[in-house]
T-cell receptor, first 116, second 115 residues
């Protein structure tokens, strides 16, 4: 099955700096790669996603890049703010074995702390 | 606005008890999922369902079962709770393939402690 590795597990930056979180995946059939943000005590929420036919996607201060050949994708946050502090999860969507139904495999999570 | 609710925020059960966790979504989503979240392990898929009465095993189904009798409701069952099932359980739902989005909407989670 799919395996998603996420690094680093913790990341500490100063306000205004950039933050980069990287993920690798194993299944070349994976075709959709979302990023979820989970603030303390809250539910995960989608912040950005990318499909396998696109190399990069931006939404204001966040961007995601995908390298299908190398099977890795990254989240980039520029001009970080204290409210960006949260746990970030990457995921890869594959088809459940023997079916045409998709499921997400998540990375281990990155705890991002932005210091004022 | 999508709403996914879970029956309890906190639950304490004894070893060997049968435990029911319930999830309800109000967006007419076809797909529903159960994950457990443990520090350093991310979200791991236990079971998912793509239609009423249908279910598929996820990555860690051992010790769990599920039930989906109605489209909006997906239940996770621990037949005989064990201490290693102490965890945060998250339910999620999403639209079917072809709807233009794969986004999963999560519930608030149930913190289960088995003593």
């Amino acid at each position: 099955g799919e395996n998603v590795e996420q690094h680093p597990s913790t990341l500490s930056v100063q306000e205004g700096d950039s933050a980069v979180i990287k993920c690798t995946y194993s299944d070349s059939a994976s075709n959709y790669f979302p990023w979820y943000k989970q603030e303390l005590g809250k539910r995960p929420q989608l912040i950005i996603d990318i499909r396998s036919n696109v190399g990069e996607k931006k939404d204001q201060r966040i961007a995601v890049t995908l390298n299908k050949t190398a099977k890795h994708f990254s989240l980039h946050i520029t001009e970080t703010q204290p409210e960006d502090s949260a746990v970030y999860f990457c995921a890869a969507r594959t088809y459940a074995g023997g079916t045409s139904y998709g499921k997400l495999t998540f990375g281990q999570g990155t705890i991002l702390t932005v210091h004022p | 606005d999508v709403k996914v609710t879970q029956s309890s925020r906190y639950l304490v059960k004894r070893t060997g008890e049968k435990v029911f966790l319930e999830c309800v979504q109000d967006m007419d989503h076809e797909n529903m999922f159960w994950y457990r979240q443990d520090p350093g392990l991310g979200l791991r898929l236990i079971y998912f369902s793509y239609d009423v009465k249908m279910k598929e095993k996820g990555d860690i189904p051992e010790g769990y079962s599920v039930s989906r009798e109605k489209k909006e409701r997906f239940s996770l069952i621990l037949e005989s709770a064990s201490t290693n099932q102490t965890s945060m359980y998250l339910c999620a739902s999403s639209s079917q393939i072809g709807s233009g989005t794969y986004e999963q909407y999560f519930g608030p989670g149930t913190r289960l402690t088995v003593t």
